[in-house]
């Protein structure tokens, strides 16, 4: 019933800039929220930006300064503003959101994920 995909993702050298998104469709009847989660090789993944659809956003301690999160409403659409990108910011970034779709509950989507390379 809804399929999120996310686009953006490459290589970029330390210091350089990133723009990730993420586009839902489906049977949508309201986003209720969206967010960026990464996960690194051997490593848990975890929460990058997070925003409600009233403007309401949470960073990570390691990306706030850097990072930026916005949505387009009208086009059902989450970004993800990555700038003075590091090394460490290397990992698959997924989106997420819950949604209600027409004629049901509440649920918990992912998108299948954008590979972010920091290198020199």
């Known amino acids: 019933q809804v399929q999120l995909v996310e686009s953006g993702g490459g290589l970029v050298q330390p210091g350089g800039s990133l723009r990730l998104s993420c586009a839902a469709s489906?049977?949508?009847?309201?986003?209720?929220?969206m967010g960026w989660y990464r996960q690194a090789p051997g490593k848990q993944r975890e929460l990058v930006a997070h925003?409600?659809?009233?403007?309401?956003?949470s960073y990570a301690d390691s990306v706030a300064g850097r990072f930026t999160i916005s949505r387009d409403i009208a086009k059902n659409t989450v970004y993800l503003q990555m700038n003075s990108l590091k090394p460490e910011d290397t990992a698959v970034y997924y989106c997420?959101?819950?949604?209600?779709?027409?004629?049901?509950?509440?649920?918990?989507?992912w998108g299948q994920g954008t590979q972010v390379t920091i290198s020199s």
């Open positions: 997420n959101a819950d949604i209600t779709v027409w004629g049901g509950k509440g649920s918990n989507y």
């Open positions: 489906g049977t949508i009847l309201t986003i209720n929220a």
């Open positions: 925003i409600t659809m009233v403007g309401r956003t």
